[in-house]
């Protein structure tokens, strides 16, 4: 945790008055080196706040391929993490699933269920039926349509949707 303004403040003022930093630090109960630092800072920028701590360092990386990684996620919304990241580090980045799970985060796409019941259309939302012109049937006797993927990313707030067959 960062030390208050005020404390550096006074010890970077009494330095200033001609007290040595080591002199300061010991009045001011700080380390010695903590006021060396300060007052580098305070001579070098004119400024003695504390520098920006924590957060994600290292996400730029991941934005500078964000074109990409959307490419991928369009074309599969049902595509894992891992994935993914196999997908990319075919591509020649490295990232880990961790990485590509905050990229998903910082644009609100959650990972969902498409539940049986959203698969055929919805009755308060009739636009969202398949056209009965456009229904073909197909005899599915000894097929497994259970094993298809009934999970995937979509922006928050809105139903996912995915075009697979109802198994049971």
Same mark, same amino acid.
């Given at each position: 945790?960062?030390?208050?303004?005020?404390?550096?403040? #006074?010890l970077?003022? /009494?330095?200033?008055?001609?007290?040595?930093?080591? %002199?300061?630090a010991? &009045? @001011?109960g +700080?380390?010695p080196?903590?006021?060396?630092?300060?007052?580098?800072?305070?001579?070098?920028?004119?400024?003695?706040?504390?520098?920006?701590?924590?957060?994600?360092?290292?996400?730029?990386?991941?934005?500078?391929?964000?074109?990409?990684?959307?490419?991928?996620?369009?074309?599969?919304k049902?595509?894992?993490?891992?994935?993914? #990241?196999?997908?990319? /580090?075919?591509?020649?980045?490295?990232?880990s699933? %961790?990485?590509?799970? &905050? @990229?998903? +985060?910082?644009?609100?796409?959650?990972?969902?269920?498409?539940?049986?019941?959203?698969?055929?259309?919805?009755?308060?939302?009739?636009?969202?039926?398949?056209?009965?012109?456009r229904?073909?049937?197909?005899?599915?006797?000894?097929?497994?349509?259970?094993?298809?993927?009934s999970?995937?990313?979509?922006?928050?707030?809105?139903?996912?949707?995915?075009?697979?067959p109802?198994?049971?």
């Amino acid at each position: 945790m960062a030390l208050s303004m005020d404390l550096r403040s #006074r010890l970077l003022a /009494a330095v200033e008055r001609g007290l040595s930093c080591r %002199a300061a630090a010991d &009045r @001011f109960g +700080v380390a010695p080196s903590t006021a060396i630092r300060w007052r580098a800072q305070q001579l070098e920028t004119g400024d003695f706040a504390p520098k920006p701590q924590g957060g994600d360092m290292r996400s730029r990386r991941v934005e500078e391929r964000a074109a990409d990684i959307l490419a991928i996620w369009e074309a599969h919304k049902d595509i894992t993490l891992g994935e993914l #990241r196999l997908t990319l /580090a075919e591509q020649g980045f490295v990232v880990s699933v %961790a990485r590509v799970h &905050r @990229f998903f +985060v910082r644009r609100g796409l959650t990972r969902k269920k498409d539940r049986p019941c959203n698969r055929a259309g919805s009755a308060r939302h009739p636009e969202a039926a398949p056209e009965p012109e456009r229904l073909v049937f197909f005899d599915e006797t000894w097929t497994a349509t259970n094993m298809t993927r009934s999970h995937g990313r979509c922006p928050k707030g809105e139903r996912l949707r995915m075009g697979f067959p109802h198994g049971h």
